[in-house]
């Protein structure tokens, strides 16, 4: 336990420097975008004199050198101010944070599917490497994953929304239908159906060949010719043996694919027009709304190395040689 | 030359490397059999695939060939995976050799900011970066190659690492030889064999990036691309699916050739080594 606390205490003093790296990217994107914010809240509340608007420049920090402008917006940054957005007229942060949820809902779902069934099949495949079934769901798993996930929405959609009329087309739930309870909680499984799938498929293809590949090499190594040696059910060993080993550089990459699959749900709320941040960017690319999409970018930063965090915590406690150190196993 | 004999032999190499080979070959030579526009209208609109033999996969919603925009969108896929993954090639490779060699306050910095580049979704910063400069093939290659380039630089700047310390290396520095021509003479070229592995990984990442950005209207607006052309379909998506779901297709199979032959390229070393 105490080992977990020093890793993250660790970890948290090293995020800051990639953070502020970050945040120099974004306020860089941001000066090379036409127009400042002065520009853009005087573009809401009517304009003003070329007075006034010196006036609000020199206010906001706006007329002095670059340094200082970006100490400023690194300062409003740390204070939790991530800008005002042009498209909505209020604070970035606030109309993030109203999209967020939908958005982690499909993700969280989409790594669910993508890792639980993906690490099954990759089980089932390194099983027995080389095996018939493995070569066909190595092969299948590769073709999948060339496919792009909004591609395979719209697959998704023709058959099963179009042809089929099982699902809805579109949308986070049924407009004004007055549901609630458990009602309304079905309507929304019915909804994310789709979404979840051509999101989650895409990395169920990726983690199905991790497993596989992680335990081809696991099945060469001493110990589990040691184990085999020693009579041990080959289910058991399998299981036991192979796969718990395996599972560790998986769950590494269920961390580094987080930042992907952030990229890939832009795409996917978009064809599936799902509330989420990922439609929020191209809200903000199609308004020309820089300071929401740097928003959106920095709060996928921040998302990404908590998540980072987590699977380095996670794979603290999973892997074997970890715990031995401590007191608690 | 004996690198390909062997990558042709393993079967999957065979397969990616004839698809990419149809691929380059119909790419290049689109405007000897197809020459004028693309985008002209050539015929009634929404004809079906294989119903005409003038359009052997019908036209779209405004009477254009889908075959002739199909192989010209080939011709853009190309170009933007190419190099935007040569780009992120370069710059990764020059940044992790640099790390690696010089060590101490540089690497750290570097490796900073690759871990930087990291933590943003690339597909959110290839957006970013269009919205700000607007959508043309040289901001497009650019977007696609910031985003993909951390990867090669940490995998050379490892390599580099390990090779740092080698025999060759230290006989190198006992010559006298400068550290630059050390970095580039001894070093560089000894770890590009695991970087060009990662190329084709990075090829097809590019290949799904351009397709994304296209299909959002963000790709160059006067090329047909296979992104644009599922958007286009989109919009007729319950009537003629297959506007959709060809280029789609075309996508799938590009990519995967890609795959198919990084594999057979790995496998083709692997077995050269065995052989040395």
Same mark, same amino acid.
């Given at each position: 336990m105490r080992r977990a606390l020093i890793l993250l205490l660790r970890r948290l003093i090293g995020a800051v420097p990639v953070l502020l790296i970050v945040a120099v990217g974004a306020f860089l994107l941001l000066e090379a975008a036409?127009?400042?914010?002065?520009?853009?809240?005087?573009?809401?509340?009517?304009?003003?004199?070329?007075?006034r608007v010196s006036e609000l420049r020199a206010e906001w920090g706006l007329d002095r050198g670059p340094l200082q402008r970006f100490l400023a917006y690194a300062a409003a940054l740390a204070r939790g101010d991530l800008g005002w957005s042009t498209a909505f007229q209020r604070p970035v942060l606030d109309v993030i944070s109203e999209r967020l949820p939908s958005t982690l809902i499909l993700m969280g779902l989409a790594t669910a599917l993508a890792f639980g069934v993906g690490s099954l099949l990759g089980i089932f495949a390194g099983a027995r490497p080389g095996s018939l079934r493995d070569r066909a769901l190595s092969l299948t798993s590769l073709a999948v994953y060339a496919m792009p996930g909004f591609w395979l929405g719209l697959v998704l959609i023709v058959i099963f929304a179009v042809d089929l009329r099982w699902l809805p087309i579109g949308g986070l739930e049924t407009i004004a239908s007055g549901k609630s309870g458990l009602d309304r909680f079905l309507d929304i499984g019915r909804h994310l159906l789709l979404p979840v799938a051509s999101l989650g498929i895409v990395y169920l293809a990726l983690y199905l060949r991790l497993m596989r590949d992680s335990m081809a090499e696991i099945w060469k190594e001493d110990f589990v010719r040691a184990a085999?040696?020693?009579?041990?059910?080959?289910?058991?060993?399998?299981?036991?043996?192979?796969?718990?080993?395996?599972?560790?550089?998986?769950?590494?990459?269920?961390?580094?694919?987080?930042?992907?699959?952030?990229?890939?749900?832009?795409?996917?709320?978009?064809?599936?027009?799902?509330?989420?941040?990922?439609?929020?960017?191209?809200?903000?690319?199609?308004?020309?709304?820089?300071?929401?999409?740097?928003?959106?970018?920095?709060?996928?930063?921040?998302?990404?190395?908590?998540?980072?965090?987590?699977?380095?915590?996670?794979?603290?406690?999973?892997?074997?040689?970890?715990?031995?150190?401590g007191t608690a196993a | 030359m004996k690198i390909l004999r062997a990558m042709i032999l393993t079967g999957e190499g065979a397969a990616g490397l004839g698809v990419l080979t149809c691929l380059v070959l119909a790419?290049?030579? #689109?405007?000897?059999?197809? $020459?004028?526009?693309?985008? #002209?209208?050539?015929?009634? $609109?929404?004809?079906?695939?294989?119903s005409d033999t003038a359009y052997p996969l019908g036209t779209d919603r405004l009477g254009r060939s889908v075959t002739v925009e199909l192989i010209y969108g080939a011709r853009t896929t190309l170009l933007v995976a190419i190099t935007s993954a040569a780009t992120a090639l370069g710059i990764g490779a020059l940044v992790g050799t640099l790390a690696g060699f010089f060590g101490g306050i540089v690497d750290e910095v570097l490796m900073r900011i690759t871990e930087a580049f990291q933590t943003i979704p690339a597909f959110l910063l290839s957006l970013a970066f269009i919205s700000v400069t607007g959508p043309a093939i040289p901001t497009i290659v650019l977007a696609i190659a910031l985003g993909a380039w951390p990867q090669p630089a940490r995998i050379a700047r490892a390599e580099v690492l390990s090779l740092r310390e080698r025999d060759f290396v230290a006989a190198a520095r006992v010559v006298g030889m400068h550290p630059l021509e050390i970095a580039v003479r001894e070093i560089l070229l000894n770890a590009l064999t695991p970087v060009v592995s990662l190329a084709a990984v990075i090829v097809a990442a590019a290949v799904l990036i351009e397709a994304a950005l296209s299909f959002l209207g963000l790709g160059d607006p006067n090329r047909v691309t296979w992104g644009s052309m599922i958007a286009e379909g989109r919009t007729v998506l319950r009537g003629a699916p297959f506007l959709s779901i060809v280029?789609?297709?075309?996508?799938?199979?590009?990519?995967?050739?890609?795959?198919?032959?990084?594999?057979?390229?790995?496998?083709?070393?692997g077995a050269r080594r065995i052989e040395a």
């Open positions: 036409p127009g400042d914010a002065v520009d853009a809240y005087l573009a809401a509340t009517g304009g003003a004199d070329s007075e085999r040696a020693r009579g041990i059910p080959r289910r058991r060993l399998i299981l036991r043996h192979v796969a718990r080993n395996a599972l560790l550089p998986v769950v590494t990459m269920l961390g580094l694919q987080f930042g992907s699959m952030l990229g890939g749900s832009i795409v996917v709320e978009g064809v599936f027009a799902i509330p989420g941040v990922g439609r929020l960017a191209l809200e903000a690319v199609s308004q020309r709304d820089i300071p929401l999409l740097l928003g959106v970018m920095l709060i996928s930063a921040v998302i990404v190395i908590a998540v980072n965090l987590l699977t380095d915590i996670a794979y603290a406690v999973l892997d074997p040689r970890v715990g031995s150190s | 790419a290049l030579t #689109a405007p000897l059999f197809f $020459p004028g526009d693309p985008l #002209a209208i050539v015929g009634p $609109p929404l004809v079906s695939p294989f280029p789609g297709l075309a996508l799938v199979v590009t990519v995967l050739a890609v795959h198919l032959t990084g594999r057979g390229f790995v496998a083709a070393i």
